[in-house]
Structures are given as structure tokens and as C-alpha cells.
């Protein structure tokens, strides 16, 4: 018997000094894991998004791009965010959403900037993107909905990256992951002086007009807006104290009629 | 691993089902990656059908379904760490590679020595294992 202890002790001994010995290595480095990590999220992020550019084209107006993008650069200053990491489109199409996609992708549709009543629910929307998308959301719902075959969606070409879109531009995320995007993005708004109340506002707004006739695929995949504004609202109490605004109301206007203009045309 | 002389010579039948025991995990591995709890289960029914067998078969289905006992917990940890990064908040880390290669240098070392042990016994040698081979002789008497 005391044999067998023994021999089981050792055993067990020489698994955990095999363990923390490989342990002393920096695995992520040696492997390159956040390289190819990196690599294979860029490749996928670039076929989805030609899927994104099959049926819809890029929106090409300075007066649309310029301010969308100085609220971008606004947000990723103040919370030190790394700009170059988030590419953002604007699509001309009139379906209320927004989505994050792999490799930092950052879409925009034209229906949901048409929705927004101001600045700060549109910055709120796009601070809950940017908030997926720096939590790394993305590629984990990706894996998680759809298995380890999204690794290698970057090699298979359209018909898989249409998959994964649909799947991401349909689909909720986890309450968890919503909730964790929701706070980020108050933070992202209080350090960048932006009243978080517009996103609360635009919660309120597409959780009432859900019942009716509207495109709302933001809501499909932002379900519990009432109960997401509730808590937007008494997470960012009395945390901001002086809200600024990042684009004139002149630029915002532009912004909104420049869209009108060429829904009409 | 030491070879060492049973209580007795076993007959071919005897050698040829003390060597399926070891068999059966090795095809089970196969058939059941990434999923650790296969290997178990088709050592777990080869040991039950062969629980009033000969001493000899019954000692060789006890010591390979003892290491993979011990194999399934360590195994198991690694599996729902894995899962937890696919589907939770966690992320590939240094400690989580360390771990997934000391379980892959543990298995196939297991590997080795259950195809090596499956070869030899065949032959009708008797091959105890490091620990696994002191523990079987506890808990398998013979009738």
C-alpha cells in the first residue's frame, strides 16, 4: 500500500513540475499566438465585410464620413483606444443597425444615423460597438455560435463569410457581453463628455417602437432595451457633470439632411 | 514499466483478450477526441464484460482501466478550460499551452505504453506499469 502512495505521489509530482516548468515559457510568444490571432481576425473581418458590400454600397459623402469619424477619433482619444484598429463604413442602407465584425470593423448603417433624433444617440450606439468590438465580442461569439470552424472562415471563402454576417448581424450576444458593452460604452461617453443619457434614450426609443412595422435589426440583436436603459441611466447617474457635444449642431444637421437627400435620390 | 513473470504461463485466448483491454482505449482515442470520457467508458465496458474472466485478462483490463481513471480528471480539466475560452470571457494564456502540452506529453507517453503493453501481452508477457501495476495488484486477486 504505502508502495503505491508513493509511486502515486511522485506520479502526481512529476505532472505538476512538467506543468510549471513549461509554465516558466511565454507561450504567446513563442507561438506568435497573438500574431496569428491578430492575422486570422483581419482575414475574416475582410471577407465578411465583402459580403457586407454585396448587396449595399459604402456611403462616399464627406458630410456623411467627417463628423461619424470625428466622433470616432473623439472616443478612441479619450479612453485610449487605438484608432487604426477600428475601420469605419458607412452603408447606405435603410435598416436600423449597427454592427461590430472581426478585425475591427466598425459598420454602420444609414437607416439607424437616420433614426437617431441626436448626436448623442448615435455616438451612444457606436460607443456600444466599439465597446464589443475592444472586449474582443466578436470572435467570441463567433466560436461560441458557430463552433472552431469560424477560424478558419477566413479561408472559406463567400458563402461562409455570408454566414457569419447574418449570424452577427441577426443574432444577440450574450446578456453578459450586452450588459459589459453597455457599461463600457458609458465610460467611453463620460470620458469623452457625452451625455450617456442619448443612449438610454435610443434604447427607450427602439424598446417602444419595436412593436411596430419599423426595420429595427438593432433590436433583434439588443433585446431587454427597457430594462438596458434603466440601468444605462443609473450607472451614468451623476457621473458627468459638465456634457459637451462633439460635432456642431451645423455638422449634425449637414449629417442629417446630406442622408435625406440621398435616400430621396 | 517493468515486464515482469505472471503467477502463472496464460493461454493464447487468455493473452489475446488481456491485450484487447489495451486495444480498446487506443481505438476508443480515436474514435473519441477531443471528448475525454470515451476512452474510459470503452475500457469501463471491456473491464465489466470481462470482470469473471481469468486472473490474468482481468488483471490487464484492471490496470488499463485504472490509468485511464486517472487520466479523465486530469484530461477533463483541460477540456472545459478549453471550452470556457471558446464560449466564456476567458482567454488563450501561457498557463493554458503549458497545460494542454503537459496533458498532450502525459497521453501520448499513456499512448506509447498502452500499444507497447497491448504488443507484449499479446505475446503473453506480463508488463506492469509504474504505480498502475502496484495498484492493480491491491485491487485484483485472484478467484
Known amino acids: 500500500m504505502k508502495k503505491v502512495i508513493i509511486q502515486g505521489l511522485i506520479t502526481l509530482l512529476l505532472f505538476t513540475a512538467v506543468f510549471l516548468g513549461l509554465r516558466q515559457l511565454d507561450w504567446m510568444k513563442v507561438l506568435k499566438v497573438e500574431k496569428i490571432k491578430n492575422k486570422t481576425e483581419e482575414k475574416l473581418g475582410e471577407e465578411v465585410m465583402k459580403a457586407v458590400l454585396e448587396n449595399s454600397n459604402e456611403i462616399p459623402y464627406p458630410e456623411v464620413i467627417n463628423p461619424l469619424d470625428s466622433i470616432l477619433d473623439v472616443i478612441c482619444e479619450k479612453n485610449g483606444i487605438d484608432r487604426d484598429k477600428i475601420k469605419l463604413h458607412v452603408i447606405d442602407k435603410n435598416i436600423i443597425n449597427a454592427i461590430s465584425l472581426p478585425g475591427g470593423h466598425l459598420v454602420v448603417f444609414s437607416g439607424i444615423i437616420n433614426e437617431t433624433k441626436n448626436q448623442n444617440e448615435l455616438i451612444g450606439v457606436m460607443s456600444h460597438e466599439i465597446a464589443h468590438i475592444q472586449s474582443n465580442h466578436v470572435m467570441k461569439k463567433l466560436v461560441s455560435e458557430i463552433g472552431l470552424t469560424a477560424i478558419t472562415l477566413s479561408s472559406g471563402g463567400g458563402e461562409a463569410a455570408r454566414q457569419a454576417l447574418k449570424m452577427l448581424s441577426s443574432s444577440a450576444y450574450s446578456r453578459n457581453m450586452e450588459k459589459e458593452a453597455d457599461l463600457k460604452a458609458v465610460d467611453y461617453m463620460v470620458n469623452a463628455k457625452v451625455d450617456p443619457e442619448g443612449m438610454a434614450n435610443f434604447m427607450y426609443k427602439i424598446d417602444s417602437e419595436s412593436e411596430s412595422e419599423m426595420n429595427f435589426d438593432w433590436l433583434a440583436t439588443h433585446p431587454g432595451s427597457k430594462e438596458r436603459a434603466e440601468y444605462i441611466l443609473s450607472y451614468s447617474k451623476g457621473k458627468l457633470k459638465d456634457p459637451k457635444e462633439i460635432l456642431s449642431s451645423a455638422t449634425w444637421n449637414i449629417l442629417k439632411k446630406k442622408l435625406k437627400n440621398s435616400d430621396a435620390e | ?143
Open chain 2, 1 to 143: 514499466m517493468i515486464g515482469t513473470s505472471f503467477a502463472y504461463v496464460p493461454r493464447d485466448d487468455e493473452a489475446e483478450k488481456a491485450s484487447n483491454s489495451y486495444l480498446m482505449s487506443v481505438i476508443a482515442i480515436m474514435v473519441g477526441l477531443p471528448l475525454p470520457i470515451v476512452n474510459l467508458v470503452a475500457t469501463l465496458f471491456f473491464y465489466v464484460a470481462n470482470r469473471k474472466s481469468t486472473w490474468f485478462v482481468r488483471w490487464h483490463c484492471t490496470q488499463a482501466l485504472l490509468s485511464q481513471v486517472t487520466l479523465l480528471p486530469l484530461n477533463s480539466f483541460g477540456f472545459w478550460w478549453t471550452i470556457s475560452i471558446i464560449t466564456g470571457p476567458e482567454s488563450v494564456s501561457s498557463n493554458f499551452i503549458a497545460y494542454i502540452l503537459t496533458l498532450v506529453l502525459f497521453n501520448i507517453t499513456e499512448l506509447i505504453l498502452t500499444i507497447y503493453t497491448a504488443i507484449q501481452t499479446r505475446k503473453g508477457k506480463h508488463i506492469s506499469w509504474w504505480f498502475y501495476g502496484a495498484l492493480t495488484n491491491l485491487i485484483c486477486k485472484p478467484l
